[in-house]
């Protein structure tokens, strides 16, 4: 999906809508039966119906970091010190494989990926996600978009962002608060 000033906000509210759409299980008074239905049985809506509640939860989330994070730099391109120069990001929703987003404009290309991770989780996904942009010696900028929730000091890693490894954390709760506030999500 291609994602510019244009299209983000209405693909953003509608990706949400799809989110709240989920009909979410009820519980069963055997816990063990109602957490294998959890983990095994396909929710049947929302945006992925053909696969369990745990594993929507992991791609939602994902995807939602991937879907305000472009939000944020279509909407204000600098990340630290490094202004980008793309209008337009090629982004692939709960796809494992290939990149995350990727962007393209002259002769500058960017590579991107996105998570949501637990903190505890954070350094050993963050360094994976290193080695595989890392790998892609035919980009011009690389990007890591995470939950903002999963450091202590998410400033940080702005600060630290260079044109080889940008880190752009996002706090989808403020984010989407201001979504709604701004009367954009309906």
Known sequence: MKLNRTNID??????????????????????????????????????????????????ILSDIIILFGVQRLLTNPSVG??????????????????????????GSRLVGEAFNVAPSFFQRKKSSMIKKLRSQEEADYRLIIFNADAVKTPEY????????????????WVDRYNLVQNNHFS
């Open 10 to 59: 209405k693909e953003l509210n509608d990706y949400l809508r799809s989110v709240d759409s989920i009909e979410l299980p009820a519980p069963r008074n055997d816990v063990l039966a109602f957490l294998h239905s959890l983990k095994r049985k396909a929710l049947g809506s929302g945006p992925y119906p053909d696969v369990s509640l745990f594993e929507a939860s992991n791609r």
């Open 81 to 106: 010190s490094v202004r980008l120069p793309f209008t337009e990001y090629e982004v692939s929703l709960g796809v494992e494989g290939g990149n995350d987003l990727v962007a393209v404009v002259g």
């Open 157 to 172: 890693y702005i600060v630290k962002s260079e044109p080889s490894m940008l880190y752009l954390p996002v706090n989808v």
